[in-house]
C-alpha cells in the first residue's frame, strides 16, 4: 500500500489557503474608525499633524496566493468547481452543511455574473465530487509547477 504523501501536502496547502482567504474575513481587515478629527486636534493642541504618507498592502501568504491563482485559472473555464473549492475550504460551518450553500450562493452569483442561467446547482454528492475533482486539478498544477 502507497501513502499519497503529495496529495496530504496539497490538502494541507488548500486548508491554509482556506484560512487566508477566508470568505467571513472578507472586510476584517478594514477595520473602524477609531479617532475623529475633532479627537485628533484635541490631541495635538489645536494643530492638524501632517498626513500619514503611505499605507501598508495587505500582507498575503504566498503559499496561499499560488494556490488562489490556480483556482481563479480553474474558475476561467469552470466556475462550479472553483466555487465548490472556495465554498469548501473558505467557507465557515460544517462542510456539508453551511459550506455547500456558501458554495451555491457563489455559484448562482458567478453564473448570474457571466451571464448564464444556472438551470441545476449540483446536490450534495455533486458538490464534494466537484470538490474532490477540484482538488485532484489543483494537485496536478502544482505537480506542473514543481
Sequence with gaps: MQIDTFGAYVRGRME???REFALHRD????GHQS??????LIEHKGEMPPPNVGFKPLEVD??????????SEI???DIRMASSLRGYYCG???RKGERYETALALMAEALKAKGE???KLPKVSA???LVSRGTDAVKYWLRGAN
Excluded: F
Design 117 to 119: 442561467d444556472c438551470p
Design 35 to 40: 479617532k475623529n478629527m475633532l479627537q485628533v
Design 27 to 30: 472586510v476584517e481587515y478594514l
Design 92 to 94: 465557515r460551518g460544517r
Design 16 to 18: 491554509s489557503w482556506g
Design 62 to 71: 504566498s503559499m496561499a496566493l499560488e494556490i488562489e491563482r490556480i483556482v
Design 75 to 77: 474558475a476561467k473555464t
Design 127 to 129: 458538490y464534494m465530487e
